[in-house]
């Protein structure tokens, strides 16, 4: 799977889940509960990123990843100081940008959703998902 770098835009807002892992847990009618893990990677981390008021040539940049990605069926990394911008802790970022041995790569979970603010600017909001895809 090939990786295209995000647009180097910082984000006004973002949100973070590390995902899970995958298991099944069955209880019994008593009450007991058995787990039965499939694995020791999490699966399905959420970023969602929300870039307001920005130029209609960055949202064509954003748009040209998204296409470029789901084109080719690759995967998104960001670069240093992007989607990262103001977290002060090297782990949580390295969380956030999927880097440092989860082997998890971000895809798009749907399409960027752009608002026109006013004429030139947009808003927009993008959600990726975090896959083991082929470790």
Sequence with gaps: MTAY?????????R??????????D????????????FGNRR???????????????????ILANYEQVNGNWGSVFFLP????????DTNLANYMKERGGSGLQ???ASPPDVQSVYPGISSV??????ILDGN
Excluded: W
């Design 81 to 88: 100081f992007t989607v990262d911008a103001g977290v002060s």
């Design 106 to 108: 971000y895809r798009y």
């Design 15 to 24: 949100s973070y889940n590390p995902g899970r892992y995958p298991q099944t």
């Design 43 to 61: 699966v399905e981390s959420k970023l969602s990123l929300t870039f307001s008021n920005i130029p209609d040539a960055d949202v064509s940049a």
């Design 26 to 37: 069955f209880q019994a009618q008593n009450g007991a509960m058995t787990v039965v893990r």
């Design 125 to 130: 909001s993008c959600e990726f998902v975090g």
């Design 5 to 13: 770098a995000f647009p180097t835009l910082k984000p006004t807002s």
